[in-house]
């Protein structure tokens, strides 16, 4: 079992950046990729943003692409996703996700983080 904690959401202006960060533990060699997922009220679970452990890949949805950067610090076992240019429309649940490959759809991820409110004000 992988283990996922969110933390860095919270209330920002739009314009604003924000970082989250998820620690991950337990069995983390069982992932190989890491995704962030955002869910809006009414609306159903996105995909945001995906990387390898390895690095080799990396992929963003087009909505936030040039806006988000994902990344990883292997020693600490941690996905970090930067937000910036922030608007009103990124406000969600955001969640990390655990898969055991590459994979950009929801439904592959096998551990999932408990998600953190991000609130984008105008």
Do not use: H
């Not at 604003?16 to 620690?23: F, N, Q, T």
């Not at 809006?40 to 950067?69: M, Q």
């Amino acid at each position: 079992q992988v283990q996922l904690v969110e933390s860095g959401g919270g209330l920002v202006q739009a314009g604003g950046s924000l970082r989250l960060s998820c620690a991950a533990s337990g069995r983390t060699f069982s992932s190989y990729a890491m995704g962030w997922f955002r869910q809006a009220p009414g609306k159903e679970r996105v995909f945001v943003a995906a990387i390898s452990w390895s690095g080799d890949n990396l992929y963003y949805a087009n909505s936030v692409k040039g806006r988000f950067t994902i990344s990883t610090d292997n020693a600490k076992n941690t996905v970090y996703l930067q937000m910036n240019s922030l608007n009103p429309e990124d406000t969600a649940v955001y969640y990390c996700a655990g898969s055991r490959r590459w994979a950009v759809v929801a439904g592959l991820y096998a551990y999932w983080g408990q998600g953190t409110q991000v609130t984008v004000s105008s």
